[in-house]
């Protein structure tokens, strides 16, 4: 069974940092590529970074300089550093193997005064 857990969004001011991790299990996890979206209240969910197996990292623009995707594959674990927050950058942020067949349930960041 395929698991994919986040954890680490909260409420941040603007212009601060969070780190955001997802935990994997039931995949071997070296060989599969994993991404980051998010979806903000009201909008569709968007892609935000992806990192593959051989940890080529692409950005969407929106974050490109300021967000930083990682992974660890000796803890089955992708982390997303999100530094320079903006309020625009809240939402619901989730982790998703690269073929967006499994996915976590998410977890919120909201960037607020």
């Known amino acids: 069974q395929v698991q994919l857990v986040e954890s680490g969004g909260g409420l941040v001011q603007p212009g601060g940092s969070l780190r955001l991790s997802c935990a994997a299990s039931?995949?071997?996890?070296?060989?599969?590529?994993m991404g980051w979206y998010r979806q903000a209240p009201g909008k569709q969910r968007e892609w935000v970074t992806t990192?593959?197996?051989?940890?080529?990292?692409t950005y969407a623009d929106s974050v490109k300089g300021r967000f930083t995707v990682s992974r660890d594959n000796t803890k089955n674990t992708v982390y997303l550093q999100m530094n320079s927050l903006k309020p625009e950058d809240t939402a619901v942020y989730f982790c998703?193997?690269?073929?967006?067949?499994?996915w976590g349930r998410g977890t919120q960041v909201t960037v607020s005064l």
């Open positions: 998703a193997t690269g073929s967006q067949k499994y």
């Open positions: 039931g995949i071997v996890f070296s060989l599969v590529d």
């Open positions: 990192i593959t197996s051989g940890v080529t990292t």
